[in-house]
Every structure is written in C-alpha cells, then in structure tokens.
C-alpha cells in the first residue's frame, strides 16, 4: 500500500506560481509511475504530469512548457512547480501512484491506484 500526502495548495493571481509536494511513504517501488491529476467539479479528473522510476517525465498538452514535474527518490517527494497560472488551471490538484497498462495511458486517471486527498488551487 502507498500513502500520499500532498501540500502546498492556495490561492494566487493569473501569471503568478505555486509550488506543489506530496510525500510519498509505503511501498512505494510497487508502483512505476507518480504524478498529478486535476479536477473541477462536474469534470473528469485530468492528467497533468507524471513521472517513472527511470526520471522520464510526461506532461499533458494544455500544461507543458508551464508546469514542471520532479521526483526526489531519496526523500519520496514528487513537486509540480506551477506557473504563469491561469484561472483554467483552478481544480483540486490530486497525486497518485501506479502502474499504467502502457506508456500511451500515463495520464490516465483510472491506471492509478492509489491517491492522495488533494489540495485546492484556485487562480483568480
């Protein structure tokens, strides 16, 4: 079983930028991927990066060049760093481990099998 804990959520204007952790502890190696999903209410829950055991990142299109995604394997934190945010970016931003069925499903929600609480970030 993983646990996941994730931190720093909050509000902030557009352009502005917000650094998100979330501490990883538990059988951890069982699961090759990590990362972040979002989601607003009456919306599916969406891919935002991830990351594997090997360091290679996967970003979703409506995100890439903003966000960054990074994995400390030491300490098992995984950090989104946000920026140049946009009120579309507002969702509770959720992390999550697993083991997608093929690298082409990376950011699909529903290969993930473990999750955190989320934390709320809101852009306005």
């Known amino acids: 079983h993983v646990q996941l804990v994730e931190s720093g959520g909050g509000s902030v204007q557009p352009g502005g930028s917000l650094k998100l952790s979330c501490a990883a502890s538990g059988a951890t190696s069982s699961s090759r991927f990590i990362g972040w999903f979002r989601q607003t209410p009456g919306k599916e829950r969406e891919g935002v990066a991830a990351v594997d055991i090997d360091n290679s990142t996967v970003y979703a299109v409506s995100i890439k060049g903003r966000f960054t995604v990074s994995l400390d394997q030491v300490k098992n934190i995984l950090v989104l760093q946000l920026n140049n945010l946009t009120p579309e970016d507002t969702a509770v931003y959720y992390c999550?481990?697993?083991?997608?069925?093929?690298?082409?499903?990376?950011?699909?929600?529903?290969?993930?099998?473990?999750w955190g609480q989320g934390t709320q970030v809101t852009v306005s």
């Open positions: 999550a481990a697993g083991h997608p069925k093929s690298l082409y499903r990376v950011l699909w929600s529903s290969d993930y099998q473990y």
